[in-house]
């Protein structure tokens, strides 16, 4: 049986199947991710990506913060892959429970998918940092430089820079979700962004499986590893 089998067979024989995901998952919809060789990282500037979409950055340095973000992040015409659009079937269907990701881009969303827990926010909510109030991605977009409320704060995206804490509920949900999967699909993830990432120890069951192109620390646990473009993968399920 080849490794799409397997896949497929796994999925027909579990009934809460968990999705876990990070940039790679949107690679193939054109969005890059960090640490692949065309990723941002290994694109130069004057300043690592860590350093610029981090809170002290962010809080000191605004129109560069904003240049690098609606320049470097947003793909505001990136559309769902194979992937997105398989997850949300599956969930249509009752298999699956929940899409964890570390995304920001919505696409899950787009795709169709109900159940998305967004561990590092969305780019699509931002907020008034002084009062409250929410605004669009498109109001972010089509402002000269640093977004501004109408009452003159600035507006932020809801996203969770570096330095940040995550969001609780949303911690809480996908512990939740995860530990009560009979299955765990990780894709697109390198697994090196903490705390994101720690959140798959807590899935106890018997199907682990690895959808990413690059080794990961947690090939050696998983039951089945398929290093191979998700996209690809997802497309012949
Ligand atoms: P990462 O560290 O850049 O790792 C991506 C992983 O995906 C790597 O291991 C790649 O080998 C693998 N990969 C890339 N393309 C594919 C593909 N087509 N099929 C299979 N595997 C692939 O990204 P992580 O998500 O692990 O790091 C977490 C950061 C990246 C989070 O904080 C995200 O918010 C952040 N990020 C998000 C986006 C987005 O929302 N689309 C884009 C860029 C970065
Ligand atoms: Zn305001």
Do not use: W
């Not at 109408?150 to 995550?166: A, K, S, T």
């Not at 009979?182 to 798959?200: E, H, K």
């Amino acid at each position: 049986m080849d490794a799409i089998e397997r896949l497929r067979k796994m999925i027909d024989e579990s009934k809460n199947v968990v999705f876990f995901g990070g940039a790679g998952v949107s690679t193939e919809s054109g969005i890059p991710d960090f640490r692949s060789v065309d990723g941002l990282y290994s694109q130069k500037y004057d300043l690592p990506p860590e350093t610029i979409i981090s809170h002290g950055y962010f809080v000191s340095h605004p129109e560069e913060f904003f240049r690098f973000y609606k320049d470097k992040m947003i793909f505001r015409d990136a559309k769902p892959n194979a992937c997105h659009l398989k997850l949300a079937e599956l969930e249509a269907k009752g298999k699956l429970k929940a899409v964890v990701t570390q995304n920001i881009d919505g696409l899950h969303q787009l795709a169709g998918s109900k159940n998305v827990l967004e561990l590092h926010g969305s780019v699509h909510r931002n907020y008034c940092m002084s009062c409250g109030k929410k605004y669009s991605l498109d109001y972010v977009l089509a402002a000269d430089g640093v977004p501004k409320c109408v009452c003159g704060g600035i507006v932020r995206p809801d996203v969770v820079l570096y330095e940040e804490m995550l969001d609780n509920d949303v911690i809480e949900a996908s512990i939740k979700a995860i530990s009560n999967a009979d299955m765990l699909i990780i894709g697109g993830t390198s697994l090196v962004v903490y705390p994101a990432a720690s959140l798959i120890n807590f899935y106890r069951g018997e199907r682990l499986v690895l959808v990413n192109k690059s080794a990961t620390g947690v090939d050696s646990r998983a039951d089945l590893v398929i290093s191979d473009s998700i996209g690809k993968v997802f497309s012949q399920l």
